[in-house]
C-alpha cells in the first residue's frame, strides 16, 4: 500500500512565527505536491515538484515555499505565518501523471 | 485554463436511493479525469479514474462514472446508497504540460438519511 504521512494532524502556531510542515511518501514517487483546502473552495494546489531539488508554483503560492532534498520528502514553509494561512492542508505524490495519493492532512491553526 | 465545476454543494439521499453526483470540466484536449472521496478528517482516497477507451469506467465501492465528451461531464453514479457513503466528493481534471497535476472541482457533501 502506498503511504503517505504528516508530521502532524493538529498544529496551532502563533502569527509571525516560522511554520514547517513536513509529508513523507514511501512508493518512491517522483511527484510530490502541497494543496490548501478550504470550505466551499475545494483543494488549491500551493507548491509541487517533480523531481529531487526541483519546484514549480501552484495557483497560490504566496507566503509559502517549499524543500525537496531527498525523493521521500517534500516539506511546506511558512516563513511567518499569517491568520489567513489557517486551513487544511493536504499533501499527495505521485507517478508520471498518475493517480495522486493523499496524506491524512495537517489542521493548522493560526492564532 | 483548466477548471472543475461541481454545481451541487450539498446533496441530500435517502439510504437505497440512487445517487449522481455533477461534474463539468474545461480543457482543451483530452482530459485525465478522477473522482475522489473524503471521509470526515481524512486525506482524499481516489475511486476511480479516466485516462482513455471505455468512456463508463469502474470504481470501488460500487461507483461509476460516465465521460460525455460533447457535454464536457465526467458524473458520478452509484445505484444504491449506504450510510457509509456520506462524505465529501471531489471531481479533478489533470492538467499542466505533463497532466501531472490536478484542478480540483470545489466539492460535494453527500448526506444520507435513514
Known amino acids: 500500500d502506498v503511504k503517505v504521512t504528516q508530521s502532524s494532524r493538529y498544529l496551532v502556531k502563533r502569527t509571525g512565527e516560522k511554520v514547517f510542515l513536513e509529508c513523507v511518501q514511501d512508493?518512491?514517487?517522483?511527484?510530490m505536491f502541497w494543496y490548501r483546502q478550504d470550505p466551499g473552495l475545494g483543494l488549491r494546489l500551493i507548491y509541487f515538484?517533480?523531481?529531487?531539488?526541483?519546484?514549480e508554483k501552484g495557483d497560490i503560492p504566496e507566503g509559502y515555499s517549499v524543500s525537496r532534498e531527498k525523493k521521500e520528502r517534500f516539506s511546506l514553509i511558512l516563513e511567518s505565518a499569517s491568520t489567513n494561512q489557517t486551513s487544511m492542508y493536504l499533501c499527495a505524490s505521485s507517478f508520471r501523471n498518475n493517480e495522486q495519493f493523499f496524506g491524512p492532512g495537517t489542521r493548522l491553526t493560526v492564532l | 485554463a483548466q477548471s472543475v465545476t461541481q454545481p451541487d454543494i450539498h446533496i441530500t439521499v435517502s439510504e437505497g436511493a440512487s445517487l449522481e453526483l455533477r461534474c463539468n470540466y474545461s480543457y482543451g484536449a483530452t482530459p485525465y479525469l478522477f473522482w475522489y472521496v473524503q471521509s470526515p478528517g481524512q486525506g482524499l482516497q481516489l475511486l476511480l479514474k479516466?485516462?482513455?477507451?471505455?468512456?463508463l469506467v469502474q470504481g470501488i465501492k460500487g461507483f461509476e462514472a460516465e465521460f460525455k465528451r460533447s457535454q464536457s461531464s465526467f458524473n458520478l453514479r452509484k445505484p444504491s446508497v449506504h450510510w457509509s457513503d456520506a462524505a465529501e466528493y471531489f471531481c479533478a481534471v489533470g492538467a499542466g504540460e505533463y497532466g501531472n497535476k490536478l484542478v480540483f472541482g470545489a466539492g460535494t457533501i453527500l448526506r444520507v438519511k435513514s
Open positions: 512508493m518512491d514517487h517522483e511527484n
Open positions: 479516466y485516462f482513455s477507451g471505455d468512456t
Open positions: 515538484s517533480y523531481d529531487v531539488k526541483m519546484k
